[in-house]
């Protein structure tokens, strides 16, 4: 109890200081403000306030940044997508069809039907093909949840069981049981991590084409 005292202490003073801090720098850039303009010292201050705040914030954009656009590695997809997996040619139709969306489905299912197997979800009733047909599936509704964010901060960029299901209800779909939705949650979270997804969910590049599906297995 008295830890937890000591920190809200802490934070409030910490709070406080940045806020005295941000007030006297705003009120020392006002004053060289109306040295040479013909403002009043409120005016100016509010002024250094709104400049200060907006550079704080394209600062604090331009550190958060995506990293730069990489290549993925063919050792890394075979590592990842063993074989017998979905294969890239399940996810369009036409070269235009080769968009960043169609490759989060690629490595999404893929990664959706490793954790199936890895769960044991064969069965007498679910087969190897239903299985893949049903990682797919989620696999797009995955995308949807994604595409749906509005926020940039990592949590807007991950799903969880509850958003799936949500999902799918909207969609007009039923929901699958929990062992499959929870399987599928981790393998479309491990999708956003892989090479150039996070660029891509974060700058909305869904419908861009990609030259991923043409890189030689």
């Known amino acids: 109890m008295i830890g937890i005292l000591l920190f809200l202490v802490l934070l ?4 406080a200081a940045l806020t005295l801090l941000f007030l006297g720098w ?3 850039l006002g004053w060289l403000v109306i040295q040479v303009v013909s403002f009043s010292q409120f ?6 306030m709104i400049a200060t705040g907006i550079v704080v914030y394209i600062l604090f954009s331009f550190f958060r940044s995506p990293l730069p656009i990489t290549r ?15 294969p890239r040619d ?6 235009q069809d080769k968009t960043w969306e169609a490759w989060f489905h690629f490595i999404a299912a893929n990664s959706i039907y490793a954790e199936f197997e890895v769960n044991n979800l064969k069965s007498e009733t679910l087969g190897e ?12 509704v ?14 807007h960029r991950s799903v969880t069981t509850a958003s799936l299901k949500q999902q799918m209800n909207r969609m007009k779909l039923k929901p699958y049981d929990d062992d499959i939705m929870d399987a599928a949650t981790i393998g479309i979270n491990i999708a956003t991590h892989a090479p150039m997804m996070d660029t891509v969910i974060h700058t909305r590049l869904w419908d861009k084409p990609t030259g991923f599906f043409d890189v030689e297995d």
């Open 129 to 140: 093909e239903q299985l893949k047909e049903i990682a797919v599936r989620l696999a797009e």
């Open 26 to 28: 705003s009120y020392l």
């Open 43 to 48: 005016e100016s201050t509010l002024l250094a």
């Open 90 to 95: 399940r996810f369009y139709k036409e070269d």
């Open 12 to 15: 409030l003073i910490g709070t």
């Open 142 to 155: 995955g995308s949807s949840v994604l595409k749906s964010r509005t926020g940039q901060s990592p949590r």
């Open 72 to 86: 993925i590695d063919d050792d890394e997809e075979d590592e990842l997508f063993p074989e017998g997996a979905i």
